[in-house]
């Protein structure tokens, strides 16, 4: 075999590296969709407490920053210690916006977990302080779950504007990964007092949910309810969950109960 001369090993191993830079990089992007793909059931993120600093629901659209808080106003960086009760009583999750609220016995207590919905251009909405009910009952869908409730926090807005903002997300919460969009109708806005405090509620009601796989449910009902923080972020939000239409489905007055629920931590 005859030695290779200096200047073709040279070009060789050019060569070389050109193609395995160019297989690294198709293989990222064969990647990206099947990270983005997980779709409405798309599985908790890491529990890494230190996740939940951000107070703002969804990515930043632009370069702007988000407002910022008053000066002076209270704010934690983690969730408070997740609140232990019997077995068989409701489950309090106390929230970094110095507000806690209730699920059932049954449903599984994430309070110090990261969760929510993307499509495949990135996050729709994150939140934190999770509860969720049904995790895993279609093998068909990794994460899949049958409801689902979190807290987010928003400033610089009012609360009938941060309630219908984050209600107007379950139009592409259910929106498939070809971009059929599902039926969406909201009510609202419902007023009451949460510990003193004005409080705004809007529900929508999703049907004709274009299916991503056998998991998809028929409808779904999608709770939202703002009222001003304590801590953190000048206005909390949280949303609540539930598929319907399949066997198992928390009932609405499930997420009634969970809504009123909501009071001063």
Same mark, same amino acid.
């Given at each position: 075999?005859?030695?290779? !001369?200096?200047?073709?090993?040279?070009?060789?191993? =050019?060569?070389?590296?050109? @193609?395995?830079?160019?297989? *690294? *990089?198709?293989?990222?992007?064969?990647?990206?969709?099947?990270? *983005?793909?997980?779709? +409405?059931?798309?599985?908790?993120?890491?529990?890494?407490? =230190?996740?939940?600093?951000?107070?703002?629901?969804?990515?930043?659209?632009?370069?702007?920053?988000?407002?910022?808080?008053?000066?002076?106003?209270?704010?934690?960086?983690? +969730?408070?210690?997740?609140?232990?009760?019997?077995?068989? !009583?409701?489950?309090?999750?106390?929230?970094? %916006?110095?507000?806690?609220?209730?699920?059932?016995?049954?449903?599984?207590?994430?309070?110090?977990?990261?969760?929510?919905?993307?499509?495949?251009?990135?996050?729709?909405?994150?939140?934190?302080?999770?509860?969720? %009910?049904?995790?895993?009952?279609?093998?068909?869908?990794?994460? @899949?779950?049958?409801?689902?409730?979190?807290?987010?926090?928003?400033?610089?807005?009012?609360?009938?504007?941060? @309630?219908?903002?984050?209600?107007?997300?379950?139009?592409?919460?259910?929106?498939?990964?070809?971009?059929?969009?599902?039926?969406?109708?909201?009510?609202?806005?419902? =007023? %009451?007092?949460?510990?003193?405090?004005?409080?705004?509620?809007?529900?929508? !009601?999703?049907?004709?949910?274009?299916?991503?796989?056998?998991?998809?449910?028929?409808?779904?009902?999608?709770?939202?309810?703002?009222?001003?923080?304590?801590?953190?972020?000048?206005?909390?939000?949280?949303?609540?969950?539930?598929?319907?239409?399949?066997?198992?489905?928390?009932?609405?007055?499930?997420?009634? @109960?969970?809504?009123?629920?909501?009071?001063?931590?």
């Amino acid at each position: 075999m005859r030695p290779i !001369k200096p200047a073709r090993r040279r070009a060789l191993i =050019s060569l070389l590296c050109l @193609a395995l830079t160019v297989a *690294a *990089a198709y293989g990222v992007i064969l990647l990206i969709p099947r990270l *983005a793909s997980l779709g +409405p059931d798309a599985p908790d993120s890491n529990e890494l407490r =230190s996740a939940l600093a951000l107070p703002t629901a969804t990515a930043p659209t632009s370069t702007t920053p988000p407002p910022s808080l008053p000066p002076g106003f209270p704010s934690m960086q983690f +969730p408070p210690p997740k609140i232990d009760v019997e077995p068989g !009583k409701p489950q309090p999750i106390a929230t970094k %916006f110095g507000l806690t609220y209730d699920i059932p016995p049954d449903w599984e207590n994430r309070w110090g977990a990261v969760a929510g919905w993307s499509n495949l251009e990135g996050p729709i909405v994150t939140l934190g302080a999770v509860g969720r %009910f049904g995790y895993g009952y279609c093998p068909d869908s990794d994460g @899949a779950r049958m409801a689902m409730t979190g807290a987010t926090g928003l400033n610089g807005i009012d609360i009938d504007s941060a @309630a219908r903002e984050q209600v107007s997300l379950a139009r592409e919460i259910f929106t498939n990964d070809q971009g059929t969009e599902p039926k969406v109708e909201i009510t609202g806005p419902v =007023s %009451f007092e949460i510990s003193g405090r004005p409080a705004v509620k809007y529900t929508a !009601k999703i049907t004709d949910i274009p299916p991503n796989n056998r998991c998809t449910p028929p409808s779904a009902r999608v709770e939202v309810v703002a009222t001003p923080a304590y801590a953190t972020a000048e206005v909390m939000v949280l949303l609540a969950e539930a598929h319907e239409g399949i066997s198992g489905a928390a009932a609405p007055s499930t997420l009634d @109960a969970i809504i009123t629920s909501v009071r001063a931590s």
